[in-house]
């Protein structure tokens, strides 16, 4: 069976896309994976057989320059700077104008006469086409492209609700959304089913849109879980961060700062963040203010993983604003399994609402905050011997057992799609 999935965030197993694609498709049998990427960075698996990769300013040149070829074949963990200048930009300054450039870009772009993209297409002749859907009017674009031009059977995939309507916009910007709106109900339509990491969007989606949903999940195998032994914070405690700094996330960190300030008198904890995360010169004022939580960068996935061992404890962290609970309220962060892997015990803090943090408290697989002041009141419980670590542990070793078997989960997936290629 060879699938082909169209992505717009790099294949690669330092970012969480690549760690998450990477651990639902490896190992499954009699499966070749194809890839086309849509954004600068670096092919760096062992999963995908071969990919190829436009960016941002590669679409441009084609625009203006005649002849030019906006795709190209991707070497393993080779990089390509074409798309640096544009897609930073939008990403560090946050601006709708920024993407609405990127949307033009693509729109006028000429992709469609690229002779590496139609060589690629021909020579793969994939089966079925696995679809990471976004709330990107270019993806959806040049997805929408890709579908209709190869008229195979299509799979749907959903990590974070991309059709809501984010609050407390307008104008331009609400219009925009509404648009976009319209395209991902048209993509998903496309689909004969689709894939999603939380309960409540399962239900949802299904409702709005009347396709079938399918549970799944980052796994893990069985035999990685036996080996877990118990690993108890220290009387001086390093708590480590690492993932994406949002908005909403950032000002949760902020309030973790404030709390820190409040308590620490001999710096019991100490919070160390590693993150891709441009910071803006307002984020790196404010962080200065805090002189527990020390900002790192970016780091490597092997060093992600060296980092996340060295800790005491693991922090997971969402918002508490509308925003935030729009952004992730239907979503389960892939990160927190790796977390559970290192056998660190997790302070999560966010809204309840979100689906992740209300897995984690109502397990009880985390020492969790579910408001601004309880950030304080739980940090001094840790601090102050009160949190039972035991049975934190012993709740997400049975977790894993039963609800995180990648074997499990990827038989369910093949499955499926051969299902889709019989009918």
């Keep these: 069976m060879r699938i082909l999935v169209i992505s717009s965030t790099p294949w690669d197993i330092s970012n969480s896309f690549g760690n998450t694609f990477s651990n639902l498709f490896s190992g499954m049998e009699n499966v070749e994976i194809y890839n086309i990427c849509c954004r600068n960075g670096e092919n760096n698996n062992d999963v995908v057989r071969e990919a190829i990769q436009a960016t941002d300013k590669s679409i441009l040149k084609s625009i203006y320059k005649l002849g030019y070829d906006p795709f190209w074949k991707m070497e393993i963990a080779s990089q390509s700077k074409e798309n640096q200048e544009i897609s930073e930009a ?138 877990l032994n118990k690993k108890i914070p220290k009387d001086r405690i390093k708590l480590i961060y690492t993932g994406v700094l949002s908005g909403y996330r950032f000002e949760t960190m902020m309030n973790i700062g404030k709390a820190l ?53 693991l922090l997971h962290i969402e918002g508490f604003n509308d925003e935030a609970i729009h952004s992730s309220k239907m979503s389960f962060s892939t990160k927190i399994i790796d977390y559970m892997l290192k056998n660190r015990v997790i302070f999560a803090v966010g809204c309840e609402e979100i689906n992740s943090i209300s897995v984690l408290n109502e397990q009880k697989l985390a020492v969790v905050a579910t408001s601004i002041g309880e950030i304080q009141e739980q940090l001094a419980r840790i601090i102050n011997g009160e949190i039972d670590f035991d049975e934190i542990l012993s709740n997400v070793n049975c977790y894993l057992k039963t609800e995180r078997n990648i074997q499990i989960i990827q038989d369910g997936m093949k499955n499926r799609m051969e299902g889709l290629l019989r009918d």
């Excluded at 709708?96 to 020579?123: C, H, Q, T, V």
């Excluded at 609050?167 to 991902?184: A, D, H, M, V, Y």
């Design 90 to 227: 939008a990403r560090k300054k946050r601006k709708p104008i920024y993407f609405f450039i990127r949307d033009m870009i693509w729109k006028m772009g000429r992709f469609k006469k690229s002779k590496a993209l139609n060589s690629f297409l021909e020579s793969i002749k994939p089966d079925l086409i696995y679809l990471p859907i976004y709330a990107q009017h270019y993806m959806c674009d040049f997805q929408s492209y890709i579908v209709d031009k190869l008229n195979v059977p299509v799979v749907g995939h959903i990590s974070d609700d991309v059709y809501g309507m984010k609050p407390n916009i307008k104008g331009f910007e609400k219009s925009r959304r509404k648009k976009l709106q319209k395209k991902i109900e048209a993509l998903i339509k496309k689909c004969s089913y689709l894939e999603v990491f939380a309960k409540n969007m399962a239900k949802e989606y299904s409702q709005q849109f009347g396709v079938p949903c399918y549970l799944i999940g980052k796994g893990i195998k069985a035999e990685e879980i036996s080996k």
């Design 261 to 313: 300030k409040n308590i620490c008198i001999n710096n019991e904890i100490q919070l160390d963040v590693y993150s891709q995360t441009i910071l803006t010169d307002e984020m790196e004022q404010e962080l200065n203010q805090y002189p527990h939580i020390n900002f790192k960068g970016k780091i490597s996935r092997d060093e992600v993983d060296r980092v996340q061992c060295e800790a005491d404890m």
